[in-house]
Structure formats: C-alpha cells, structure tokens
C-alpha cells in the first residue's frame, strides 16, 4: 500500500537552511505529482508546493516562492528550504496527488489535490 | 489568495446529519470542479474524504457526500458517527499562483 515517510524536520535559527526529505513507497512513485503541505502549531493547512509526475512542472504558494525548492528523484520528494523564517515553523507534509497522471495529464498531475498523505515532520524555526 | 472560508464548527446528533460549506470565489470554487475534502483527527494526518466535488476514493463511506452551487462547495456527513468528530478542511485548485488554497478548517462535534 501507499507509504510515505517524512524526514529531516528539527529546529534551526531564522535565516538557516534545511532540507526535508519523503520517502516513497508501496505504489508507482513516477505516475503521480506531489505535494507539500505544513500545519502550523494550532493553525490550519497551508498548500506549499507541488511538482509534476516528471518533475518538469514545479508551482509554489506565494509564502515560500524563491525561498523553498521543490524536487523528486526515483523515490523521494524533498523540499530544500533556504532563509527559514519562524513563520516557517509547521509540521510538513507530503502527499500523493488524488490519482495518477493518467486520469488528469495536464499540467502533468499538477491539477490534482492531494490525495494521500505522509504522516508529517515537524520543523521550528526559533533562535 | 485568501483562504477559502468555512464555519469555525458544526455539530449534530449521532445518526443525524451535518453540512459543512466551504465559500470562495468565482477564481477558485466557482470556476473550477476541483474542491476536495480532508478529515483530521486530532494529532493525525489529514485524510482524503472527496476529491473533484463529489468523487469518494476507495474506502471513504457513502455516508460522506459533496456538493457545489456556484462558489460554495459543501460536504455533507449522514448518519453521524462518534468516529467522524474531526477537523473537516476543503480545498480549491486555483489555476494560478498560488496553485491550491485550503478552507479555514471546521470542528465537527459529535453530541
């Protein structure tokens, strides 16, 4: 079945940089877009980014663009994230898309919400 | 891009039914059929309960529906479980920057 492990969340000072990582398995890794979601303490869910089956098509929310990367290899999600701020701090998410590229191509799987999720690395971000 | 906005909590009596709406705008809600639903128990991760409006992934109950009417989208929970008290969030596909936006999140109670 779906499995996705989050990793690589701790505590850092503003300014610094992490690197979180997802590791995919139990389904077709390559046939689904991704994304990333965070959760600050208490708060709501906040969209963070998402990436196409290929990693050709990479789109992020307006908080965290030209700060965060995001990218794949053949079964990882990571998310680079540089000049933290201590708005940054939130549990992180990974998640699938809803289906894989086949029911939705365009964009490639980019316009597809996710579907299933990791189970979250927290990352704070405090002096 | 605000959030999309929801009741900050709905409640209903075991075996009665609760409706949760999620309002936006002709941007988001209104003009795409992409809203999805997550339930979040506490301290868990979200879970997918319906995607494309009114699509249910497998394993989701039938008691679990949704719906849209112009730039709101509602979920709709009958036959209310004890199990089903959670944080309810919807979520829009935007088709511009940012790509997604999520609701505001409501409390289900269970009475």
């Known amino acids: 079945q779906v499995h996705l492990v989050e990793s690589g969340g701790g505590v850092v000072q503003p300014g610094e940089s992490l690197r979180l990582s997802c590791a995919a398995s139990g389904f077709s890794f390559s046939s689904y877009a991704m994304h990333w979601v965070r959760q600050a303490p208490g708060k709501g869910l906040e969209w963070v980014a998402v990436?196409?089956?290929?990693?050709?098509n990479k789109f992020y929310a307006d908080s965290v663009k030209g700060r965060f990367t995001i990218f794949r290899d053949s079964s990882r999600l990571l998310l680079q994230m540089y000049s933290l701020r201590r708005e940054d701090t939130a549990v992180y998410y990974c998640a699938t898309a809803h289906s894989t590229i086949a029911k939705r191509p365009g964009g490639g799987g980019t316009m597809m919400a996710p579907g299933f999720w990791g189970q979250g690395t927290l990352v704070t971000v405090s002096s | 891009q605000s959030a999309l906005t929801q009741p900050r909590s709905v409640s209903g009596s075991p075996g009665h039914s609760v409706t949760i709406s999620c309002t936006g705008t002709?941007?988001?809600?209104?003009?795409?059929?992409?809203v999805s639903w997550y339930q979040q128990l506490p301290g868990k991760a979200p879970k997918l309960m319906i995607y494309?409006?009114?699509e249910r992934p497998s394993g989701v109950p039938d008691r679990f529906s949704g719906s849209k009417s112009g730039n709101t989208a509602s979920l709709t929970i009958s036959g209310l479980q004890a199990e089903d008290e959670a944080d309810y969030y919807c979520?829009?596909?935007?088709?511009?920057?940012?790509?997604?936006?999520f609701g505001t999140g409501t409390r289900v109670t269970v009475l």
């Open positions: 002709s941007n988001d809600v209104g003009r795409y059929n992409y």
């Open positions: 494309d409006v009114s």
């Open positions: 990436i196409s089956y290929d990693g050709s």
């Open positions: 979520c829009s596909y935007v088709g511009s920057y940012p790509l997604y936006v």
